[in-house]
């Protein structure tokens, strides 16, 4: 049973516009690194330019959320991954 990605609304089209994406990993980062590789215009989506995981990204790991240390949480096969985006503004 694959670790399922689910992608927020605004990074649909970077996925050619999937809800969600099977993908393989034993922690997040390699499973998001699994989805980059499968859509590689996610990689702007979802990193900066050094590596780590944009600030206004937040992954939930079967519904619970990672944070802190969001791309070392251990995953497992049957793992739902939700990909959301906060919101800012003034």
Known sequence: MPIR????PTHRAHAGGLESVDVAGDDV???????VGRHPDMRDALFEADGALRRN?????NARTAYPEELEKPT????????TVILTGG
């Open 29 to 35: 980062g390699a499973c998001l690194e699994d989805l």
């Open 5 to 8: 990605i689910h992608l927020h």
């Open 57 to 61: 990204i937040e992954i939930w790991v």
């Open 76 to 83: 497992r096969d049957g793992d739902e991954i939700h990909v």
